[in-house]
């Protein structure tokens, strides 16, 4: 059974960085393209960014690009996100999972395992 993982969240004041992990037990990690998404409260799941199976190719929402980068070890088995210049609107519960590849009409698609997920908290 997949085991998904997410580590790195925390609280963190407006303008600061965090770095999020995920490792995924009983996984060919380099046979999936991987993405990180997230939830506010009261809000829907949104796709924030994912990457191909090798990490030659990437995608980001509008909100994040140029904040944050999405990278992936697979040797390792793990995916990263680092965020820098957190806003207080990037607050909420992020997720990692499979997601399928490539992206189509800005709209990311999740694979079936999630794990508990890692929550960001920006402070303004």
């Known amino acids: 059974q997949v085991q998904v993982v997410e580590s790195g969240g925390g609280l963190v004041q407006a303008g600061g960085s965090l770095r999020l992990s995920c490792t995924a037990s009983?996984?060919?990690?380099?046979?999936?393209?991987m993405g990180w998404f997230r939830q506010a409260p009261g809000k829907e799941r949104e796709g924030v960014s994912c990457i191909s199976w090798n990490g030659g190719s990437t995608y980001y929402v509008d909100s994040v690009k140029g904040r944050f980068t999405i990278s992936r070890d697979n040797a390792k088995m793990t995916l990263y996100l680092q965020m820098n210049s957190l806003k207080p609107e990037d607050t909420a519960m992020y997720y990692c999972?499979?997601?399928?590849?490539?992206?189509?009409?800005?709209?990311?698609?999740?694979?079936?395992?999630w794990g508990q997920g890692t929550q960001v908290t920006v402070s303004s």
């Open positions: 999972t499979a997601v399928v590849w490539p992206v189509r009409e800005n709209r990311m698609v999740a694979g079936s395992y």
């Open positions: 009983e996984l060919t990690f380099d046979d999936y393209a």
